[in-house]
T-cell receptor
Framework: AAGVIQSPRHLIKEKRETATLKCYPI?????VYWYQQGPGQDPQFLIS???????DKGSIPDRFSAQQFSDYHSELNMSSLELGDSALYFC????????????FGPGTRLTVL | AQTVTQSQPEMSVQEAETVTLSCTYD???????LFWYKQPPSRQMILVIR??????QNATENRFSVNFQKAAKSFSLKISDSQLGDTAMYFC???????????FGAGTRLTVKP
């Protein structure tokens, strides 16, 4: 079965640079969630989208923005990167009626030098 | 705000034995979901089991079962017949109904020993 696809899987950036992470949900899933997991930390919910509209917002920094496109894929844009942004970024997807059944992607490991 | 507490940073169990991971949470909500996620060394997040708060019956998925005590705000995970592949970090998580902000505990690192 098709799973959530995230690209790139690994990304290395310098401080103050920008980064774009992409997420392709499971076919027919219309809701996308973004999480950030720092080293040795639990995942933190950042933001979610349903039908291209932001549905919930968590601890997403103002330097980050995200959007969902008409094909339901989502992009997380990160600007003015800081060392503390180094983390594993997960995308998850679900059907709108089933937020309790989120399928996680493999994650993008971002390293900021 | 909802908080999730996992009081056992690390646990170990012998292969084929049973182990229970603890989780407590704090909320004023009456309708919510609880989850256990497994994160093996690959770092993939895998849903192990979920429970809807309005359901009194404890959820079960093969060797995994929960003891959901709503009044006590406790949600423990029991793993029976532990296997080497169960070695992973286990996160307990909470989500309010109609809200996508899932809150995770700090995790319990489980090691299954041969």
């Amino acid at each position: 079965a098709a799973g959530v696809i995230q690209s790139p899987r690994h990304l290395i950036k310098e401080k103050r640079e920008t980064a774009t992470l992409k997420c392709y949900p499971i076919p027919r899933h219309d809701t996308v969630y973004w999480y950030q997991q720092g080293p040795g930390q639990d995942p933190q919910f950042l933001i979610s989208f349903y039908e291209k509209m932001q549905s919930d917002k968590g601890s997403i920094p103002d330097r980050f923005s995200a959007q969902q496109f008409s094909d339901y894929h989502s992009e997380l844009n990160m600007s003015s990167l800081e060392l503390g942004d180094s983390a594993l970024y997960f995308c998850a997807s679900s059907l709108q009626g089933s937020p309790d059944t989120q399928y996680f992607g493999p994650g993008t490991r971002l390293t900021v030098l | 705000a909802q908080t999730v507490t996992q009081s056992q940073p690390e646990m170990s169990v012998q292969e084929a034995e049973t182990v229970t991971l603890s989780c407590t949470y704090d909320t004023s909500e009456n309708n919510y979901y609880l989850f256990w996620y497994k994160q093996p060394p690959s770092r993939q997040m895998i849903l192990v089991i979920r429970q809807e708060a309005y359901k009194q019956q404890n959820a079960t998925e093969n060797r995994f079962s929960v003891n959901f005590q709503k009044a006590a705000k406790s949600f423990s995970l029991k793993i029976s017949d532990s296997q080497l592949g169960d070695t992973a970090m286990y996160f307990c998580a909470f989500m309010k109904h109609n809200n996508n902000d899932m809150r995770f505990g700090a995790g319990t690192r489980l090691t299954v020993k041969p």
